[in-house]
């Protein structure tokens, strides 16, 4: 029999899971993963690709002892992991980020010896840089929406550049961290052309770029911009023919599609560090939330009463909405065609009488070759829910109750709004809160305003710190990740999408007071998979499937060779439709209960975009009296 492993790198753990060829899982194990935060910046999040890789060789050797699977079982292994900046030296040992060394924080202990060699998605030390980015009117910005966010990797890298001793720099190699762990897994520099595209301004040879600036129109050559690297002051970058962030594609690097077999598989290293054989199979790696596309869409879904959906065609896929749920949400939609959805250049520049609309992408070869994504996002929401429940006063008494009952903290919330229902003789639990109006931007916006700068808003306080409150809080909170996803897909949709499905990964998916709600919100069925907290997971093994298949068929030794063999890259469909299991369908709340709700959902709508008009007006009306 073969078998697979996937790993996953989330924001605060390493995954692994052992499936076999049919999707079954017959193992699953994480570890938890250290951030560093400087005592002094609350922008700075950064880890350790040390700390990560030690993590992800625990939960190898962990699903092999657990599943009783010999490693010479293991034909094929695929990784995945957040959208970080990690940062090596030219032979692959980690370089400083941080500026924080013992009780000294500057930019001397940058580039040096240090064990936070990675900054994290979630840093937002580089809003100067990407603001500067922004101005430029570039041709790669039309593919992160006309704005790119402060949370990439090309003003993640500037930052570096404008604060590190120039000599240290120019001996570093960038990797977005999934290109990274394919690195430390195999020797091989070869990239993914999901990581380069989608988060490091890579723009697939062929396409055709619009400058804003100038108004000329070039066509991408070797996928890397020198125009917009140098104009934005990583000229070291392109002097070098763009070696330290993997090389021009033919020339100096290898770019590959996703799943595609890197190198020659695991290093003799690697694999004694993670319990494996030598040789076997790597897959070119993706972003987490693209794993989570992989090991979702595919799915047949069944409803409640039964009713089994068709299987899906890889350009029915459209249709299906991947949404990616853990401490944020991604939101991912894949077509035949780019869909540019347009931002603005410059936040000096917003217009602020309407809301800006900015999604990531499209990007052009993210999974499979000519095919695009577009990336929607909310920047905080299963860490929101816990953010608000956490600094409630009424936070100690519910902990209290979980203890004494064993029920969860979600659990116990969701009985009390069914009591406060019952009480007030509610029609729906959002009729609790009919009131209470929550903006949830807390850690500003990703889509579909790309304003990092927006915060969020309650309307509706009182002076209640019981248990009640706690749990209408908590119902609020849902309600606004709910409507805010509402936003992002009429976005999508207005713009040239065909959204009708939501396909749910990650923890959040296992929240079904918020699944109902977002069926209903949407008014389209909601779809989970059986294992949801797994799907991410799940998808970087059927990469490591994929690229054990693949590596029997051709071997990749050159760029032309990549490309050549990407037109197979269709078979990956036919692996996720083979390995996907069947899902479970959330439908709205139909009749009259589900009419009533909808009515009362459509006015905290209204009032939900009421209030992106009213904090950017306020925001520029104090800006105006600072002048």
């Given at each position: 029999?073969?078998?697979?492993?996937?790993?996953?790198?989330?924001?605060?753990?390493?995954?692994?899971?052992?499936?076999?060829?049919?999707?079954?899982?017959?193992?699953?194990?994480?570890?938890?993963?250290?951030?560093?935060?400087?005592?002094s910046?609350?922008r700075?999040?950064?880890?350790?690709?040390?700390?990560?890789?030690?993590a992800?060789?625990?939960?190898?050797?962990?699903?092999?002892?657990?599943?009783?699977?010999?490693?010479?079982?293991?034909?094929?292994?695929?990784?995945?992991?957040?959208?970080?900046?990690?940062?090596?030296?030219?032979?692959?040992?980690?370089?400083?980020?941080?500026?924080?060394?013992?009780?000294?924080?500057?930019?001397?202990?940058?580039g040096?010896?240090?064990?936070?060699?990675?900054?994290?998605?979630?840093?937002?030390r580089?809003?100067?840089?990407?603001?500067?980015?922004?101005?430029?009117?570039?041709?790669?910005?039309n593919?992160?929406?006309?704005?790119?966010?402060?949370?990439?990797?090309?003003?993640?890298?500037?930052?570096?550049?404008?604060?590190?001793?120039?000599?240290?720099?120019?001996?570093?190699?960038?990797?977005?961290?999934?290109?990274?762990?394919?690195?430390?897994?195999?020797?091989?520099?070869?990239r993914?052309?999901?990581?380069?595209?989608?988060?490091?301004?890579?723009?697939p040879?062929?396409?055709?770029?619009?400058?804003?600036?100038?108004?000329?129109?070039?066509?991408s050559e070797?996928?890397?911009?020198?125009?917009?690297?140098?104009?934005?002051?990583?000229?070291?970058?392109?002097?070098?023919d763009?070696?330290?962030?993997?090389?021009?594609?033919?020339k100096n690097?290898?770019?590959?599609?996703?799943?595609q077999?890197?190198?020659n598989?695991?290093?003799?290293?690697?694999?004694?560090?993670?319990?494996?054989?030598?040789?076997?199979?790597?897959?070119?790696?993706?972003?987490?939330?693209?794993?989570?596309?992989?090991?979702?869409?595919?799915?047949?879904?069944?409803?409640?009463?039964?009713?089994?959906?068709?299987?899906?065609?890889?350009?029915?896929?459209?249709s299906?909405?991947?949404?990616?749920?853990?401490?944020?949400?991604?939101?991912?939609?894949?077509?035949?065609?780019?869909?540019?959805?347009?931002?603005?250049?410059?936040?000096?520049?917003?217009?602020?009488?309407?809301?800006?609309?900015?999604?990531w992408?499209?990007?052009?070869n993210?999974?499979?070759?000519?095919?695009?994504?577009?990336?929607?996002?909310?920047s905080?929401?299963?860490?929101?829910i816990?953010?608000?429940?956490a600094?409630?006063?009424?936070?100690?008494?519910?902990?209290?109750?979980?203890?004494?009952t064993?029920?969860?903290?979600?659990?116990?919330?969701?009985?009390?709004l069914d009591?406060?229902q019952?009480?007030?003789?509610?029609?729906t639990?959002?009729?609790?809160?009919?009131d209470?109006?929550f903006?949830?931007?807390?850690?500003?916006?990703?889509?579909?305003?790309?304003?990092?700068?927006?915060?969020?808003?309650?309307?509706?306080?009182?002076?209640?710190?019981?248990?009640?409150?706690?749990?209408?809080?908590?119902?609020?909170?849902?309600?606004?990740?709910?409507?805010?996803?509402?936003?992002?897909?009429?976005?999508?949709n207005?713009?040239?999408?065909?959204?009708?499905?939501?396909?749910?990964?990650?923890s959040?998916?296992?929240?079904?007071?918020?699944?109902?709600?977002?069926?209903?919100?949407?008014?389209?069925?909601?779809?989970l998979?059986?294992?949801?907290?797994?799907?991410?997971?799940?998808?970087?093994?059927?990469?490591?499937?994929?690229?054990?298949e693949?590596?029997?068929?051709?071997?990749?030794?050159?760029?032309?060779?990549?490309?050549?063999?990407?037109?197979?890259?269709?078979?990956?469909?036919?692996?996720?439709?083979?390995?996907?299991?069947?899902?479970?369908?959330?439908?709205?709340?139909?009749?009259?209960?589900?009419?009533?709700?909808?009515?009362?959902?459509?006015?905290?709508?209204?009032?939900?975009?009421?209030?992106?008009?009213?904090?950017k007006r306020?925001?520029?009306?104090?800006?105006?009296?600072?002048?």
């Open positions: 029999m073969e078998y697979f492993i996937g790993f996953d790198v989330g924001t605060g753990s390493g995954r692994a899971c052992l499936v076999d060829r049919n999707g079954k899982l017959l193992a699953d194990h994480s570890a938890e993963t250290q951030t560093h935060r400087s005592p910046d609350h700075i999040f950064e880890q350790s690709t040390e700390d990560i890789w030690g992800l060789a625990q939960c190898s050797k962990r699903v092999l002892a657990d599943s009783g699977v010999s490693p010479k079982q293991i034909k094929g292994v695929g990784f995945d992991a957040t959208c970080s900046l990690a940062v090596t030296d030219r032979n692959g040992r980690p370089v400083s980020v941080s500026r924080t060394k013992g009780e000294n924080e500057d930019d001397a202990n940058l040096g010896e240090g064990e936070w060699n990675v900054i994290l998605w979630a840093d937002h580089a809003e100067e840089e990407a603001d500067a980015i922004n101005a430029t009117g570039e041709g790669v910005l593919f992160v929406g006309g704005t790119m966010s402060l949370e990439m990797e090309a003003p993640k890298t500037l930052w570096l550049k404008k604060h590190m001793d120039a000599g240290k720099f120019k001996q570093c190699m960038f990797f977005d961290l999934p290109d990274y762990l394919t690195y430390r897994a195999t020797g091989s520099l070869a993914s052309n999901c990581s380069l595209a989608c988060k490091y301004s890579y723009v040879p062929g396409t055709t770029m619009e400058h804003a600036s100038d108004g000329t129109t070039e066509v070797y996928g890397w911009s020198k125009r917009f690297f140098d104009k934005i002051g990583l000229e070291d970058i392109t002097a070098r763009f070696e330290q962030v993997g090389g021009i594609p033919g690097g290898l770019v590959l599609s996703a799943g077999p890197v190198g598989g695991l290093s003799q290293e690697a694999a004694a560090q993670l319990g494996l054989i030598e040789g076997t199979a790597v897959g070119s790696a993706v972003i987490d939330a693209y794993s989570g596309w992989i090991g979702t869409v595919a799915a047949a879904s069944r409803a409640d009463d039964g009713q089994l959906s068709e299987a899906a065609t890889l350009d029915g896929a459209a299906r909405l991947a949404a990616v749920a853990g401490t944020s949400t991604c939101h991912l939609a894949q077509t035949k065609e780019g869909i540019m959805v347009p931002g603005y250049v410059s936040r000096a520049e917003v217009d602020f009488s309407s809301p800006a609309e900015s999604y992408g499209p990007y052009r993210a999974i499979f070759p000519d095919y695009w994504l577009n990336e929607g996002g909310q905080s929401t299963g860490q929101l816990d953010f608000v429940i600094k409630h006063a009424a936070y100690p008494q519910l902990l209290e109750l979980s203890k004494s064993g029920k969860s903290t979600y659990e116990l919330l969701g009985d009390q009591k406060m019952a009480v007030a003789k509610a029609s639990r959002v009729h609790l809160t009919k209470l109006h903006y949830p931007d807390l850690h500003g916006n990703r889509s579909p305003l790309a304003d990092p700068k927006m915060r969020g808003m309650i309307t509706g306080l009182e002076l209640d710190a019981s248990l009640d409150d706690l749990a209408a809080k908590f119902s609020v909170t849902l309600e606004a990740i709910a409507l805010q996803t509402r936003h992002i897909v009429e976005t999508m207005a713009k040239g999408h065909c959204i009708d499905s939501i396909y749910m990964s990650g959040q998916a296992k929240n079904l007071p918020l699944m109902r709600l977002l069926a209903t919100v949407l008014d389209m069925p909601v779809v998979p059986p294992h949801p907290s797994a799907a991410v997971v799940f998808g970087s093994a059927i990469l490591g499937r994929f690229a054990y693949a590596s029997r068929t051709y071997s990749i030794q050159s760029q032309a060779d990549a490309d050549r063999a990407a037109q197979d890259s269709v078979k990956l469909w036919d692996i996720m439709v083979d390995m996907t299991p069947t899902a479970t369908r959330v439908e709205p709340m139909r009749g009259e209960k589900g009419a009533t709700e909808r009515k009362l959902l459509q006015a905290k709508y209204e009032i939900f975009l009421e209030s992106i008009e009213i904090q306020w925001r520029q009306r104090i800006a105006e009296a600072i002048a």
